[in-house]
């Protein structure tokens, strides 16, 4: 009854921009935060970047200043634009929406969800 959609993502060299979005769907009625993380091979997943239903942001020191988080009015889409990518910016990148309010047939439910991941390689 939620589903978190992504789009972007893909190969780059060191300097260059990509951007991500990320839609939630479904029955929802409120979303109060939603955002970006990353996981790379043998490391914990790390948050990249969130926003809240105040428009609060949260940014990792490591992309502060390069990456810019963005949301639509009644958050239900974010965009993470990444500029001067690094090559340790590579990795997968998942978008969560966390405090999720859905409609179902028993009445209003919550929880948190994932997107299924988007890869970003930068090279050399």
């Known amino acids: 009854q939620v589903q978190l959609v992504e789009s972007g993502g893909g190969s780059v060299q060191a300097g260059g921009s990509l951007r991500l979005s990320c839609t939630v769907s479904g029955t929802v009625l409120t979303v109060t935060r939603m955002g970006w993380y990353r996981q790379t091979p043998g490391k914990q997943r790390e948050l990249v970047a969130t926003?809240?239903?105040?428009?609060?942001?949260d940014i990792a020191d490591s992309v502060k200043g390069r990456f810019t988080i963005s949301r639509d009015t009644a958050l239900r889409t974010v965009n993470l634009q990444m500029n001067s990518l690094k090559p340790e910016d590579t990795g997968d990148y998942y978008c969560g929406a966390g405090g999720v309010i859905y409609n179902t047939d028993d009445g209003p439910r919550s929880g948190d969800y994932w997107g299924q991941g988007t890869q970003v390689t930068v090279s050399s």
């Open positions: 926003i809240n239903i105040g428009g609060h942001k």
